[in-house]
């Protein structure tokens, strides 16, 4: 994949914190592009990205797995151009890397830009416990041994 993968990166591996949080803030010369690797984002989790730009950009957001699929460009996630300020949120399809690609391919001028984002985990309802858990009583029987 071109481009230089960002120091910044989302880290949601096993540990407890339902969020979290990055802001990054690059030049990105004119032909080029750069992305954003977003770590382990778990099924469900929701995806805020808030994007300035000194000019037109394209922006994208791609899971690695359809990186890594020979035929074509990739299916993104999210796709969109931005001509100042973009403002998207996703929800994630499946657990994977992700990255957040800032194309500035077909510009003719060095841009500035500046990424924030933000990751939440979905909630997780609670399993019954069986001392809060009954049966509705249209729904119970009982069968005679």
């Known amino acids: 994949m071109p481009g230089a993968v960002l120091a910044a990166l989302l880290f949601f591996a096993a540990a407890p914190a339902a969020a979290a ?40 957001l791609v899971g690695a797995r359809q990186l890594k699929r020979a035929e074509g460009s990739p299916k993104a996630v999210f796709r969109g151009a931005v001509e100042r300020k973009l403002t998207f949120r996703i929800v994630i399809p499946e657990t994977d890397d992700y990255y957040l690609v800032l ?14 984002i933000r990751a939440v985990r ?24």
């Open 103 to 116: 194309n500035n391919r077909r510009g003719s001028e060095t841009l500035n830009v500046e990424a924030e």
């Open 21 to 60: 949080e990055a802001a990054v803030a690059t030049e990105l010369p004119a032909g080029q592009s750069k992305s954003i690797r977003l770590k382990q984002l778990p099924l469900g989790a929701e995806v805020m990205v808030r994007i300035a730009s000194s000019g037109k950009l394209l922006v994208a």
């Open 122 to 145: 979905a909630r997780q309802k609670p399993a019954p416990t069986p001392e809060r858990y009954s049966p509705r009583p249209e729904k119970a029987s009982w069968s005679p041994k």
